[in-house]
């Protein structure tokens, strides 16, 4: 077996502790060295401002900045804006923007670029209920942006925060093409702390230190390195070997074990508040077996969640029987179930008028995202004996890589598909997307199932606005209630996620967007 240099400043530390010898004093942070994160999410692009995800997000919140940053405390913190302020009636914010900000190319950051910002992400980020209250954007002087809402938003200082809300040029973004398609986005010009240096789609980013970086005397490190891993357990042994140095996300039990007893790694699920990730069966509803209620619903009964969560997954994941995650203060546990019963799957299949045909009723083809086989390849398998005995055939269909699937979700081209969608902090930002009818676009992780209810719309749309937390908490229920019913989504475990990451880097991202956050602050405690 190899002994990495990791093995031997690990075994070196547990020798002076068993000598007696103390360690030393917190270190000042250092400047310099290469941060090396395995990712298995390959992004199509690298432009959050119309395209959510993992994959965008963490090289795309370190080249570009946003108005806005949490701490793990959910509180707002300065960051593009060094300050910020809500009118009286609530319905306008005001945003003070750092003097001398620049972007990459050198143009200075204006208010302009903040309303351009925001009017792009609203026409073409797929959250779409983000900045849907955004009625106009007033620029007063160049370091002044004045957002204008048409009814109140609870969520806006949230939405205004990490990936959610990149400032990007309008000088590049605003010469006439579009966005979603422009060049840029695979060569991006940010104002944040690491500028593009390489994107070689499916195998790295490299992204190096904005010497012009608006927080004097950072970032801490030289360059990071994103290296695109398409296998799990290739992912793990990178760690294991030292080739890498942070691994986010990570989300296998056999991973969470493995690194959390090899030396010179720390694992800790800090950092994931906000993301509020769930693993669930998406439905197809516009046309075929899937259109029928009944049939979805008996689904969910030929399904059994807690040996997903307790064989499958080895117990580290929580099941999760709701659009709304249930650690969430708007969870309601009121909400049907749908507890693993063959008896109740086979009857509501005979009622919607498909019985059996031999050993068959009807079949259907499972997508799933590439990438983490113990939460999406292992469950689209076991969903082919497990639906194969009410008298479903499925076919499982495997992607080449994550653009692939997301291609298919977007255009529609599945009839199940495993999916993993967050909550991103508020029901508004991560929730309402899957299931208002004006978000069925073809963009993934918008209504990609074709979901329409017109009850669910008048909800959601008042919970949108209602700032009395208790009637906002009975909105939501009443919306779980009505949406359990209507299942166009099988909602199966809370994703476990973790980060694994080199015992020598100092202020690791645990604040409520973890690694999906600025990496300024993030430094060795040696110089390398």
């Known amino acids: 077996m190899s002994i990495t240099r990791r093995t031997l400043i690990a075994t070196a530390a547990s020798l002076a502790l068993a000598l007696g010898l103390q360690p030393a004093a917190a270190q000042q942070p250092t400047q310099g060295g290469d941060l090396v994160m395995i990712s298995t999410q390959t992004p199509r692009h690298l432009n959050p401002a119309v395209q959510s995800g993992i994959a965008t997000a963490m090289p795309g919140t370190q080249i570009f900045a946003s108005p806005l940053r949490m701490d793990e405390n959910w509180n707002a913190q300065p960051y593009l804006a060094e300050s910020w302020e809500w009118a009286e009636d609530g319905l306008s914010l005001t945003l003070k923007l750092v003097e001398g900000a620049t972007f990459h190319d050198g143009h200075p950051i204006t208010s302009a670029d903040v309303a351009f910002s925001i009017e792009t992400i609203k026409a073409n980020h797929p959250f779409k209920t983000m900045f849907a209250p955004v009625e106009s954007i007033d620029t007063p002087d160049d370091l002044t942006a004045v957002i204008n809402l048409s009814q109140p938003h609870p969520a806006l200082i949230l939405a205004l925060s990490g990936a959610l809300c990149p400032i990007i040029p309008e000088h590049i973004y605003g010469d006439g093409q579009d966005v979603a398609s422009h060049p840029a986005n695979a060569a991006p010009v940010g104002s944040g702390p690491f500028k593009l240096e390489s994107f070689a789609p499916g195998e790295q980013i490299v992204m190096v230190r904005n010497e012009d970086f608006f927080i004097e005397g950072r970032p801490y490190l030289d360059r990071i390195i994103i290296r695109l891993v398409r296998d799990t357990s290739a992912s793990l042994l990178s760690m294991e070997a030292g080739e890498g140095d942070m691994l986010p996300f990570l989300t296998t039990s056999q991973g969470i074990s493995r690194l ?205 606005i209602e700032l009395d937390e208790a009637k906002r908490k009975a909105l939501y229920d009443e919306f779980q209630m009505i949406v359990g019913e209507d299942l166009p989504v099988y909602w199966i475990n809370a994703l476990p996620y973790h980060t694994a990451y080199d015992s020598r880097l100092g202020n690791v991202p645990v604040s409520i967007w973890g690694p999906m956050q600025s990496f300024d602050e993030v430094y060795w405690t040696e110089p390398r």
Not at 279 to 289: D, E, K, T, V
Not at 374 to 399: D, T
Not at 437 to 452: C, E, F, K, L, M
Request: net charge negative; charged share 25%.
């Open 260 to 464: 959390t007893e090899a030396d010179g790694i720390e694992v800790t699920d800090k950092g994931y508040a906000a993301v509020g990730p769930i693993n669930w069966l998406a439905f197809n509803m516009r046309q075929g077996p899937l259109a029928e209620k009944a049939v979805r619903q008996a689904i969910g009964y030929a399904i059994d969640r807690n040996f997903i969560t307790k064989a499958l997954m080895r117990g580290v994941s929580a099941p999760q029987r709701s659009p709304i995650v249930e650690s969430s203060p708007f969870f309601n546990e009121d909400i049907p179930a749908y507890d693993f019963d063959l008896d109740k799957a086979n009857a509501l299949l005979d009622e919607a008028g498909f019985p059996m045909d031999g050993d068959q009723r009807f079949s259907l083809t499972v997508d799933y995202i590439p990438g983490n086989d113990e939460q999406q390849r292992n469950v689209a398998e076991y969903l082919r004996s497990a639906l194969g005995k009410v008298g479903i055939g499925i076919e499982v269909r495997a992607s080449a890589d994550f653009p692939t699937w997301a291609k298919r979700m977007a255009a529609g081209d599945f009839e199940m598909s495993m999916d993993s969608v967050f909550n991103w902090g508020d029901p508004v930002i991560g929730v309402h997307r899957t299931y208002l009818t004006d978000n069925i676009r073809p963009v993934v992780w918008a209504n990609t199932q074709g979901y329409s209810n017109p009850k669910v719309d008048e909800i959601l749309t008042a919970a949108a």
